[in-house]
């Protein structure tokens, strides 16, 4: 039987696909897990979902994500790092690091809805595409997340709702995270827009608390905002929070990691381009400092 220990390198991947498909059903069978959490309690997983909604921009590269080598490349350099917990991905990004061997040890949450595509008119759409609650679990997966995007505008919400809250159901049937990742949005000028201030994000976090039928494994995702005590104080619920789209100066984005990781609901970062796509390209460095704001340890 293939194992995980038989680590493909990325020019053999498509090969593997074509010739071995099953090797992703062994691997996932195979594959070393670990504790959802260690003993700090605290998490750092690399963000690695974008793509499959369309999102390949960082900062002024509209196509940074294009490249699937380069990525995973950029992945595994991530993944290798101490302190570094694991990923989120939707399958096939999660299938290519399993076979070369990047999972073993790692915390692996499923993407689940990727169908608003950004830009699209559908964008509010968020339909589950990705990762089903059975996939998941039969695979050994950790976790599932969801991004809910909740706009007063756009009677299509109410399906986003009533999918997530299935989803939360579900996940936590099969005993494992429900990752919802909530926003209230507003379309303004044909582009969708996050509501990024205090109370807008305060308002979102009791709509995705009170999703499904149980709360038991719920965890949530959410962005870095101003008077962020105040906004924590919303929830019990066991917190992760984004990177986002990285803007400002790297230095300036530790520091707030740094300030919100002092609340005690914040339980660690669910970070992508910021990490995978430094400005100095030094995805190994930009890792060991979010790992240790995290964990409180440099390597």
């Given at each position: 039987?293939?194992?995980?220990?038989?680590?493909?390198?990325?020019?053999e991947?498509?090969?593997i696909r074509v010739r071995e498909p099953g090797r992703i059903t062994e691997g996932w069978a195979a594959r070393r897990?670990?504790?959802?959490?260690?003993?700090d309690g605290r998490l750092l997983i690399v963000a690695a979902d974008h793509p499959a909604r369309g999102a390949l921009g960082v900062r002024d590269d509209r196509h940074a994500m294009a490249s699937r080598s380069n990525l995973l490349e950029r992945l595994a350099t991530a993944l290798s790092r101490p302190g570094v917990d694991g990923v989120l991905g939707t399958p096939d990004i999660l299938d290519d690091l399993l076979l070369m061997g990047a999972l073993d040890d790692k915390v692996a949450i499923g993407s689940m809805?990727?169908?608003g595509l950004q830009g699209s008119v559908f964008e509010l759409d968020d339909r589950?595409?990705?990762?089903?609650?059975?996939?998941?679990a039969s695979s050994g997966l950790d976790g599932g997340k969801m991004l809910t995007r909740i706009c007063y505008g756009d009677p299509g919400t109410v399906a986003t709702l009533e999918a997530s809250a299935r989803a939360?159901?579900?996940?936590?049937?099969?005993?494992?995270?429900?990752?919802v990742e909530p926003f209230l949005s507003v379309r303004q000028d044909g582009r969708v827009r996050n509501l990024l201030d205090p109370d807008s994000t305060i308002t979102s976090i009791h709509i995705a608390a009170g999703l499904g039928a149980t709360?038991?494994?719920?965890?949530?995702?959410?962005?870095?905002?101003?008077?962020?005590?105040?906004?924590?104080?919303?929830?019990?619920?066991?917190?992760?929070l984004l990177g986002g789209d990285p803007s400002g100066h790297p230095d300036e984005t530790y520091a707030a990691w740094g300030r919100a990781l002092d609340l005690p609901a914040v339980r660690g970062l669910v970070v992508g381009r910021a990490l995978l796509f430094p400005p100095d390209g030094d995805v190994a460095a930009a890792v060991d400092i979010a790992a240790g704001l995290v964990h409180g340890t440099r390597p």
């Open positions: 039987m293939t194992t995980t220990s038989s680590r493909a390198g990325i020019a991947l498509t090969e897990r670990r504790e959802l959490v260690g003993e809805n990727r169908g589950f595409t990705a990762y089903t609650a059975e996939e998941i939360v159901t579900d996940l936590a049937e099969q005993g494992v995270m429900a990752m709360s038991r494994h719920t965890w949530l995702k959410l962005p870095v905002v101003d008077e962020l005590e105040r906004v924590m104080d919303a929830t019990t619920l066991p917190t992760l």
